[in-house]
């Protein structure tokens, strides 16, 4: 299945071939698409795109598609504000969701939107900062630098500003974003249709979903004013058309060292793949519990199906000889054109070797690192609440640039709305979740290890994760305000279970950070840097930088490809979505498409692929046309993408997109949303009624 | 954690180093054994030995103790025989199980005992059987011949003998078995000492666990006389004396080539290891539904957590990179030697190469293969001996050589012991099992595929798990009874949903098992035979074969290592076991052990390591001074003897044993179980008296 070429592997290395590439805005390379597609995006029309183009703050893409805020995106990126405004008796991800007015929209408890509004080059300045620097001092005087610059950018609550790494170091760029906080849901279809196929379809072409769904932000209460936003194409994307995918792919790996993606390969992922398996098998088996549980946990067991699907498609890239093989080749042409100038060798000669140093001591702290200080609160919403409230008593107190990073004041406000976020959590999946990690945490670090003694005592995983869970406050915002402004005395006062344990394991934590801050990711970070910058010097600067969440345009056309000898037609129809119906989950038509079916022009285009470069973090980005127009929605990348992480294929990698034609034809014919419709293609709908959901 | 040194690797190609080798008992080195520890085995010694050696079939070693029949094994190799006897109101596995009477020694539902009566070589038959063969008519003549020679041997129901396939096909040696299959559990612990730690201990040192058991074999209703049987040492194992382990180590790879070295790594294990960790999530929490559901899945929660960290071990010995190269190293010396030899390279030069394109192709197959043939029942017992019925009635119909290997003539004893066994099947763990099976076919295959629309139909996995498990009379013994009478005219004539869909897909399994067979297996198995002859050829027959779950002999020391720098005791004390109790599982002493403490002498040995050469399989197997004295009973390897799969290395690798005063200790005060102690050591029992377990 995977056929990643080997020329694949020179990316990040080679000026890019062929459609590969998550450009930046400003380095976009117009005459290379007017060469293959005969358009050139001028600079205004690249502006006027970044500025429609939007991302959610959770991990998602989206676009402006109306100047009156409305924002589409895909029903999985707003599936965690659906869930949280669900209940027992009202469940929106089963029934759908449809505000017939503004006044019925519903305020998503945690959806941050962000708009890019200004990149500036801040590359000098850094590096002026940081010269002749190594280990502590480096990472200390970059983050200090950093700190500083987006401070002084982040004018106000409204502005967000990141310092975006690019080029693993070779380029700094400050990025200004817009941030909307005040975000309500519009519509959204049944999770059956929205995901039609469930996890056995997911990565997978040909597909039959309707992943869509239209949020809009406000402002002071009011619906935002949006001067630049997409408006709708007709007829969407055809066979062979060019196509361009503006949005926020999540990380890449193409420019790695070959050290870096061993233990990428023979570590993480196999470690990640495991734990994912495991936590998979006990939350399907918790779903059987009960409805509601089912309920509560559905979003949790989606984002591990699709992680450890992508995950699994990546490790196999990796595993792949030949494809391996192509990396290291790549890496030794470099090292030997490096070695063979003897200036060059000076200054980037020895930064691999270093690098693969600090990879064999991370090696040997990873377990500590891994379930200490980046676990992400032990799998507990709750216990991560705690640990943020502990950490911030330590560290709002300081200066900005000795906090943290993640306590930064730029950071703060999307801190804080993360901390009071009124989302629901439940504390039965919690003390499922919690005992679970627990378990895993006594497992990898062994039942004699300190950091174990000390958070477990005599307690079972289980009987603690009760205690804890049953036994916080934290579930209350309030507390959490009172407990964030009565700052270290507050803490130290606190009763609370959840707040004593964290006070109780912060200092092994940060101890453990510390020791990789300074010791091992600095020297990654800084060698990385020789790497990106030897790059420059041997192969030049019109490449793309690895994807770091950050805006970036593909662009490419509607095309099918070849998979185990049978060609994969490029565009699905409607009928489709009919045919592969069997009335048992996840292939159960909901009820609204069955009764629709006679009313729907069948021949629809549904779903469809395009060579467009994207990786995870683009789902929800707007597919345009050359006039700027949707022509489809990306929500997904086919199985052979997921390679993408380390390499492009243009003959097998797809971005799998819903076709503009099917969000109007249901929106219209299904779902009765006349409100959207007409603010996509405003005085152009036609006269056909149906039934609202919801 | 792994010291794999470079030269473990040469095992296999180059005479054996140090205490290395799981030696036959035809070819055991008692000259070197001589020369390291001045005690020379003679051949008398030998077949003593080997006769009061004892095999479960299920897949664990044990041995004589007593002429009356008395077998000691451990509680986890008889933990199949304590469950099935258990009910949710009397629970052997969490209270122990004593029988203070012969009478009231209770019946194994499933439990067969094996002992190795005779050894002889057949390498020269068959090699003459198959010479100038090759794919379909090289496996068919070999198939039929090994079935030949077992069916002459094995005269009766009480006779069982395989052809064993010694150094990949380098030797074939015909082993005849004396079997007993009426099998009485005479004494277990309770589990909460016998697997003391649970999981998280698991394969690790120092460690505290009782895992003995004792049963009884029985002939025409009575114990069954056995002239050779083990003495009990006085004292048992010392620091540094010399120790013998008689066991059946079920499997090493150290023979294989780098190319299924590598397909191990990468596709084998990789994946083994994520159905496991699903599994184990899945079942963790099936747990949760109750105490009866907790009772009904530990057997197979225990099997899942020990199988996945076992094989995790194994995975990170091939994982590390110094240890892989030396693979490949010896692999290059060795085809460099056979290449420079021009008669050694026409006979034996392409055989590595064959074996790579086997191992491609296999990867081609290997999920439908796994899925529709290697499966094992999709999970789910009764649809595994649905399947078996279905083959039965085709297969037992025709001559014994041109049926499929496990219905030889040789193996139907054992067969339709399987099948009849009156063990317990629970649906409502069966259906959870099949359900999750399943899912993952459908993942893995994909929901388009004609094998999984044919299994599938429109329903869904639970549903039509569900269905299966609840319609099935498959449980019933005498269902099965009468459908293997009745034959191909039964098995058509069947409703029974199980039986129904395995006649249905069974055309399918067997498409898959045959290819695989005549166009891979052949292949791999011909020209391993040929890599193993030209290692004879270069290096000397002086070796030892991979394990092949058959009778061997290691030897070695008791004797401690070194881990994180720091110096592990070979030998741990009964107080350390009061001391890591916490009150909570796995960590949580049963409570005649908490009673009796005042009783116990704390300083008595309680587990130890020596430095033989096991592997998973040699559970259960006695551990002998040079006298053929038991000193301890092996149950576990520690962590770094995982990787003995592919080589030793005796710095670190480690059997793990119960002390053989622990286990006196222990029956004399804690359980009072003088009728078994009386018979370990006729009338030396001193006048203690405790309270009766069970």
């Known amino acids: 299945m995977k056929r990643l070429v080997i020329l694949a592997a020179l990316v990040g290395a080679l000026p890019a071939l062929a459609d590969e590439g998550m450009w930046t805005y400003n380095n976009f390379p117009s005459a290379k ?22 991302r959610l703050a959770g991990g998602c893409s989206a676009s402006f598609v109306s100047p009156n805020g409305l924002v589409m995106t895909n029903h999985h990126c707003a599936r965690g504000c659906i869930e949280q405004l669900s209940t027992a008796e009202k469940d929106y991800i089963a029934s759908g969701f449809y505000a017939k007015a503004e006044a019925e929209e519903l305020k998503c408890p945690a959806m941050e939107i ?3 509004s200004d990149i500036t080059d801040v590359t000098e300045q850094l590096n002026k900062a940081t010269q002749g620097l190594s280990g502590k001092q480096y990472s200390d005087t970059l983050k200090a630098e950093m700190s500083k610059l987006e401070k002084e950018c982040a004018t106000s609550d409204q502005v967000r500003c990141d310092v975006v790494t690019l080029y693993q170091g070779g380029k700094y760029n400050l990025y ?49 004013q949006i001067p630049n936003y997409f408006k709708w194409s007709k007829g969407g994307a055809k066979e062979g058309e ?122 040997s702290v990873r377990k500590e690192l891994g379930y200490m200080e980046q676990g992400q609160g032990f799998g507990s919403k709750l216990y991560g609440i705690a640990h943020a409230l502990v950490r911030a008593a330590d560290e709002l107190p300081k200066e900005n640039g000795q906090r ?4 930064n004041e730029a950071g703060l406000p999307a801190f804080k709305a993360q901390l009071f976020s009124p989302a629901p959590i439940y504390p039965e999946l919690e003390i499922a979740r919690l005992e679970f990690t627990l378990t895993k945490l006594r497992e990898e670090l062994g039942p004699d290890h300190p950091f174990v003694k000390k958070v477990l005592g005599k307690e079972s995983p289980g009987k603690l994760a009760a205690r804890l869970v049953n036994g916080t406050q934290l579930r209350d915002v309030k507390v959490r305000q009172s407990l964030l402004e009565g700052g270290k005395k507050a803490i130290s006062a606190s009763q609370d279970p959840m707040i004593k344990l964290a006070a109780l394991v912060d200092p092994d934590a940060r101890a453990v950070r510390k020791n990789f801050e300074e010791n091992i990711d600095s020297v990654i970070k800084k060698n990385s840097e020789l790497v990106a910058k030897a790059k420059f010097e041997v192969y030049g600067t019109n490449v793309y930088p690895d994807a770091t969440f950050s805006l970036r345009l593909s662009y490419g056309a509607v095309q099918g490809y070849m998979e185990d000898g049978k060609k994969v037609n490029p565009i699905t129809q409607m009928a489709g979505t009919f045919e592969r119906h069997t009335g048992e989950e996840p292939f159960a038509l909901p009820k609204s498409w069955l009764d629709s079916k006679g009313k729907l022009k069948l021949s629809t285009p549904m779903n469809f692929v395009s060579t467009n470069d994207i990786i995870g973090g683009n789902s929800g980005s707007p ?18 993408s997921l390679g993408g992480d380390f390499g492009f294929d243009e003959t097998v990698n797809r971005a799998v997109s819903v076709h503009s034609d099917a969000i109007l034809e249901s929106l219209q014919k299904i779902y009765g949303a006349t409100r959207v ?18």
Chains 1, 2 share one sequence.
């Open 404 to 407: 943290l990073r993640e306590f």
């Open 677 to 694: 419709l007409e603010e996509l293609r405003p005085g152009k709908q036609p006269p056909v009624k149906a039934k609202p959901a919801g």
């Open 114 to 116: 962000n708009q890019l």
């Open 623 to 640: 597919v345009i046309n050359k006039d700027g127009e949707i022509v489809g929605l990306v929500f997904d990348g086919n199985i052979q």
């Open 242 to 363: 060019l196509t361009f995918i503006s949005g926020h792919p999540g990380r890449t790996s193409r420019g790695l060292t070959v050290a870096e993606l061993e233990y990428q390969r023979d570590v993480v992922m196999p470690k990640m793949l495991m734990t994912l398996a495991e936590v998979r098998g006990m939350i399907t088996e918790f779903q059987k519990r009960g409805p509601e549980q089912e309920r509560i946990s559905n979003n949790v067991r989606f984002g591990v199906e699709n992680g450890f699907k992508a995950i699994k498609g990546r490790h196999e890239t990796l595993l792949d000889k030949k494809f391996f093989a192509s990396k290291v080749a790549a890496e030794q042409e470099l090292r030997q054109k490096v070695d063979a100038n003897p200036e060059l060798k000076k200054k980037y000669g020895a930064a691999w070797d270093e690098i693969a140093k600090a990879q064999e001591q991370l090696k």
């Open 33 to 54: 698409v007017k060469a293959k597609y005969g358009f050139e995006p001028s600079q205004q029309w690249l502006d006027s795109v970044r500025l429609s183009s939007a």
């Open 176 to 224: 200004k974003y817009r941030r909307f906080q005040d975000v309500r849901l519009v519509f959204a279809p049944e999770h059956a249709i929205a995901f039609f196929g469930g996890d056995p379809d997911n990565f997978e072409f040909p597909r039959y979903d309707l992943d869509v769904s239209f949020v809009r932000v406000y402002q002071d209460g009011k619906p935002a």
